[in-house]
């Protein structure tokens, strides 16, 4: 069998040191999109939140993001926990996750600072689940969560600093922290559906 053009062979041996897996370069693919498309939504929002505030349309909009958002959160920590059905204990888990997500929601009155929960919320569940494809084929990451906590709180950082570039935006420290709250209740949530995952696999093997 033919493998391919020697800049594509090389890439691909590059690609099977640096990952253990090829669910984990998925993953990490998946967390690169996500990057991208925040950085790439930086000036949108407050342009559109004042758009949709002029035409009386804020409040609606807003709770079509609450609903959408809640929604994406909860299946991303629900679906990356588990390879089979939901058990009642991990909806237990993604509900309460979700739940505290909402009241940090509540807690945000611009309609820009409530997407970036979500968006901070994903892109923690996604670093996680990229970490712990890590740790599946072989490879040692300790305190995987806490890696991927630091590494959504620096994007997060660095979304911040960048809007000092942006007109009509400006750094805001309590931003940092509630994008950091929002990666840790994610973060939180897909590791407990996890752990209780194979927990209650372990319980009913042989």
């Known amino acids: ?3 391919g053009p020697p800049n594509r062979r090389f890439a691909n041996w590059a690609a099977a040191g640096l990952f253990a897996s090829t669910r984990e370069r ?10 991208a498309a925040i950085f790439a939504t930086l000036g949108f929002g407050g342009w559109l939140a004042g758009e ?4 009386g349309l804020l409040e609606a909009a807003a709770a079509f993001i609450f609903l959408a ?3 994406l959160v909860a299946a991303t920590v629900l679906i990356q926990g588990l390879n089979q059905r939901p058990s009642g204990l991990n909806l237990v888990i993604a509900v309460g996750a979700t739940a505290m997500l909402l009241m940090l929601f509540l807690r945000t009155a611009v309609l820009a600072e409530r997407s970036h929960l979500v968006e901070y919320a994903v892109l923690g ?4 689940a990229a970490l712990a494809e890590r740790v599946a084929g072989g490879r040692r ?3 995987a969560w806490l890696w991927a906590l630091v590494l959504t709180t620096l994007v997060g950082t660095l979304d911040e600093l960048v809007q000092l570039f ?5 750094f805001d420290p309590v931003d940092i922290l509630f994008n950091f709250l929002a990666a840790t209740f994610a ?8 752990w209780t995952h194979r927990r209650i696999g372990r319980k009913s093997g042989p």
């Open 166 to 170: 942006i007109p009509g935006r400006h």
């Open 125 to 128: 569940a996604f670093v996680y």
């Open 52 to 55: 949709l505030a002029a035409a």
């Open 187 to 194: 973060i939180a949530g897909r590791a407990g559906i996890g």
């Open 69 to 71: 958002g809640m929604i």
């Open 1 to 3: 069998m033919n493998p």
């Open 26 to 35: 998925r993953m990490w693919y998946l967390v690169l999109a996500v990057i």
């Open 141 to 143: 990451v300790p305190f």
